[in-house]
């Protein structure tokens, strides 16, 4: 069974960071593509960002370009996203989501997602 | 950036309605699009992929259609658990854009 369990949100500050992880299990980690989405509150879906399943490729939105960094330890299934320079506009639920190969970004498994408030 | 818009933005339909939501790319995207459901409260849940291929185990009365720039995901026959937020996206090229969503209740 696949599970993506994120962690590492929470309440901070303006212009602080964070470093989001998300778990993987049930599934050959290294083979998919990976992503994060986020979904402020009661907004709609932002596609952030998202890697291929040996980490050689990413992309990301241009919302977040230079402030956000994904990565991937495959040895230890787990997505990461680096957030810096956090700005009350970036409060929302974060999600980690799987694509269904390695290079093919739609996403068919979620996890549960993890809040990170921003705010003084 | 190709921009993903979907329409309407909420719609109100009776159990046993046929159903139908839109999504249009600016600019061709080919089939490559997916439609992801969102209950109230819940993680959102792939439907379809590549634009008319539906996800395993996901209910019959769910279809899609479309290719270049219009696509529409139709619900043959509504029934009240469908109650959802409905999200196209875009997988061609980054960024791998949502459109914004429609909201879908039951009348």
């Known amino acids: 069974e696949v599970q993506l369990l994120e962690s590492g949100g929470g309440l901070v500050q303006p212009g602080g960071s964070l470093r989001l992880s998300c778990a993987a299990s049930?599934?050959?980690?290294?083979?998919?593509?990976m992503s994060w989405v986020r979904q402020a509150p009661g907004k709609g879906l932002e596609w952030l960002s998202v890697?291929?399943?040996?980490?050689?490729?990413?992309y990301y939105a241009d919302s977040v370009k230079g402030r956000f960094t994904i990565s991937r330890d495959n040895s230890k299934n787990t997505l990461y996203l680096q957030v810096n320079s956090l700005r009350a506009e970036d409060t929302a639920v974060y999600f980690c989501?799987?694509?269904?190969?390695?290079?093919?970004?739609?996403?068919?498994?979620w996890g549960q997602g993890t809040l990170v408030t921003v705010s003084s | 950036d190709i921009q993903m818009t979907q329409s309407p933005s909420s719609l109100s339909a009776s159990v046993g309605d046929r159903v139908t939501i839109t999504c249009r790319a600016s600019?061709?995207?080919?089939?490559?699009l997916a439609w992801y459901q969102q209950k109230p409260g819940k993680v959102p849940k792939l439907l379809i992929y590549?634009?008319?291929t539906l996800q395993s185990g996901v209910p019959s009365r769910f279809s899609g259609r479309g290719s270049g720039t219009d696509f529409t995901l139709t619900i043959s026959s509504l029934q009240p658990e469908d109650v959802a937020t409905y999200y196209c996206?875009?997988?061609?090229?980054?960024?791998?854009?949502f459109g914004q969503g429609t909201k879908l209740e039951i009348k």
């Open positions: 989501a799987k694509g269904p190969v390695t290079s093919i970004y739609y996403f068919d498994y």
């Open positions: 049930g599934f050959t980690f290294s083979s998919y593509a």
């Open positions: 890697i291929s399943g040996s980490g050689g490729s990413t």
């Open positions: 600019q061709g995207i080919s089939n490559y």
């Open positions: 590549a634009a008319s």
């Open positions: 996206q875009k997988y061609n090229s980054a960024p791998y854009t």
